[in-house]
T-cell receptor
Framework: DAGITQSPRHKVTETGTPVTLRCHQT?????MYWYRQDPGHGLRLIHY???????DKGEVSDGYSVSRSKTEDFLLTLESATSSQTSVYFC?????????????FGQGTRLTVV | GESVGLHLPTLSVQEGDNSIINCAYS??????FIWYKQESGKGPQFIID?????DKRQGQRVTVLLNKTVKHLSLQIAATQPGDSAVYFC????????????FGAGTTVTVRA
């Protein structure tokens, strides 16, 4: 899995609670991404980062925030979880160059909001 | 909305036959394409990629074809094996859009023994 660890792997949380998912990489790649995967939608980009403290929104960023204080860690936070955020979340990394390169994915975090 | 999609959500293939998985994209400016394989309970795994200045690229048992005229991408798997059963996604990227990948909904391939 290209040195990517997601934690936790599974989580059940209640509506309205904050949740933080962690992505840790050992590849020293510059670019990191958070995707969510839902049936019929493939993978949709939530947020991404091009370096420490350099983040931007993807296509489905509402209700999510991210932080990247170190190259190796990219955190995804659901400030107040809703049932529509029940999904499988994948972290991906790519780089280190600025050109096109494939993204490597973690094993995913299955989040259930009840 | 999504700019990349697959023609068929499911594909059933006899073991040993060749598989062809299709993908249509709508953005003519896309300049990089990737195929991923996702097995149950795992993250997507890179299979092969192709840049827009190419129309064919071969890997081990896999070939990707790109037809920019009709905005079509395909993945051919030779001599399909039971281990090829998975969901296959195509993804596209735009250099002008900071290289972010956009994914289609996926095709589920089932290999019959």
């Amino acid at each position: 899995d290209a040195g990517i660890t997601q934690s936790p792997r599974h989580k059940v949380t209640e509506t309205g609670t904050p949740v933080t998912l962690r992505c840790h990489q050992t590849e020293n790649h510059r670019y990191m991404y958070w995707y969510r995967q839902d049936p019929g939608h493939g993978l949709r980009l939530i947020h991404y980062s091009y370096g420490v403290k350099d983040t931007d929104k993807g296509e489905v960023s509402d209700g999510y925030s991210v932080s990247r204080s170190k190259t190796e860690d990219f955190l995804l936070t659901l400030e107040s979880a809703t049932s529509s955020q029940t999904s499988v979340y994948f972290c991906a990394i790519s780089g280190p160059t600025g050109g096109h390169t494939e993204a490597f994915f973690g094993q995913g975090t299955r989040l259930t909001v009840v | 909305g999504e700019s990349v999609g697959l023609h068929l959500p499911t594909l059933s293939v006899q073991e040993g036959d060749n598989s062809i998985i299709n993908c249509a994209y709508s953005n003519s400016a896309s300049d990089y394409f990737i195929w991923y394989k996702q097995e149950s309970g795992k993250g997507p795994q890179f299979i092969i990629d192709i840049r827009s200045n190419m129309d064919k690229r071969q890997g081990q048992r896999v070939t990707v074809l790109l037809n920019k005229t009709v905005k079509h991408l395909s993945l051919q798997i030779a001599a399909t094996q039971p281990g090829d059963s998975a969901v296959y996604f195509c993804a596209e990227s735009l250099r002008s859009n900071d290289y972010k990948l956009s994914f289609g909904a996926g095709t589920t391939v089932t290999v019959r023994a």
